[in-house]
Nanobody, 114 residues
Framework: QVQLVESGGGLVQAGGSLTLSCAVSGSIFSLNNMGWYRQAPGKQRELVAILSRAGDTNYADSVKGRFAISRDNVKKTVYLRVNSLKPEDTAVYYC????????WGQGTQVTVSS
C-alpha cells in the first residue's frame, strides 16, 4: 500500500527558502518517476518538478532556477528545495508519482508573505 507523507512547509517572507520532504512507503519509490505538485487556492493542481528514475530533473517554467528536486534512496524520501520564494508560490505542495496515483498525501502548506 502506498503512503505519501509531506512535511516542511511553513510561513516565510518573500525571498525566503524552505526544504519540503516527502516520505514514501511501499515499493513505488525506486520504480517510478517522482514529482512535486502544488495547488494554489482556486486553481488546479500543477506539476512543478519531476525527478526521473535515472536522475534527470525537469521543472515548470515558473519555478525553474529557484526549485530543486532530489531524492534519498535509503530514506525513501523526495525533497524539494524552494528558494527565492514569491507570494505566487503560496500553495499546498504534494508529492506523487509522475503520472500520479489516485491516492494523495495530505500535502504541506507553503505561505509566502510579501
Amino acid at each position: 500500500q502506498v503512503q505519501l507523507v509531506e512535511s516542511g512547509g511553513g510561513l516565510v517572507q518573500a525571498g525566503g527558502s524552505l526544504t519540503l520532504s516527502c516520505a514514501v512507503s511501499g515499493s513505488i519509490f525506486s520504480l517510478n518517476n517522482m514529482g512535486w505538485y502544488r495547488q494554489a487556492p482556486g486553481k488546479q493542481r500543477e506539476l512543478v518538478a519531476i525527478l526521473s528514475r535515472a536522475g534527470d530533473t525537469n521543472y515548470a517554467d515558473s519555478v525553474k532556477g529557484r526549485f530543486a528536486i532530489s531524492r534519498d534512496n535509503v530514506k525513501k524520501t523526495v525533497y524539494l528545495r524552494v528558494n527565492s520564494l514569491k507570494p505566487e508560490d503560496t500553495a499546498v505542495y504534494y508529492c506523487n508519482r509522475v503520472p500520479p496515483f489516485t491516492l494523495w498525501g495530505q500535502g504541506t502548506q507553503v505561505t509566502v508573505s510579501s
